[in-house]
């Protein structure tokens, strides 16, 4: 599989984590996990092939938001695209500029095409 498609999925909730993880999987990415921002960074810092973090906003400790700028900092040209089910948008205010926001539920075709439109834009 192309190191292209490699993706770090954060998300703190097990079942929803595991489906989408299986799901993109199916759908050619292949799926690094992690259940939080400390743990997803130690992923970032192993990992110079990551072609997209897909992250919740809300998330134990640090969120989201924190979560892409370090990872930025790390990885500077990384693809980064939130997803939320509280919110409609990410906060312009907390968000990084070129980052992508995907509203949940998503459908998988909705959820690949946004990951893809990330990658191909970096």
Do not use: C, Q, W
Request: charged residues 25%; aromatic residues 4%.
């Amino acid at each position: 599989m192309p190191a292209m498609r490699l993706l770090l999925l954060v998300e703190d909730d097990a079942l929803v984590r595991t489906t989408l993880a299986e799901a993109l999987a199916e759908a050619g990415f292949e799926v690094l996990e992690a259940e939080d921002a400390e743990s997803a960074l130690g992923v970032i810092a192993e990992h110079d092939d990551l072609a997209v973090l897909l992250t919740d906003i809300n998330l134990p400790g640090a969120d989201g938001f924190a979560l892409a700028r370090a990872a930025r900092r790390l990885r500077p040209r990384l693809p980064v695209v939130y997803a939320s089910g509280r919110y409609r948008e990410a906060d312009p205010l907390r968000a990084l500029p070129d980052a992508v926001f995907l509203a949940k539920p998503f459908t998988l075709s909705s959820a690949v095409a946004t990951l893809e439109g990330a990658i191909g834009a970096h």
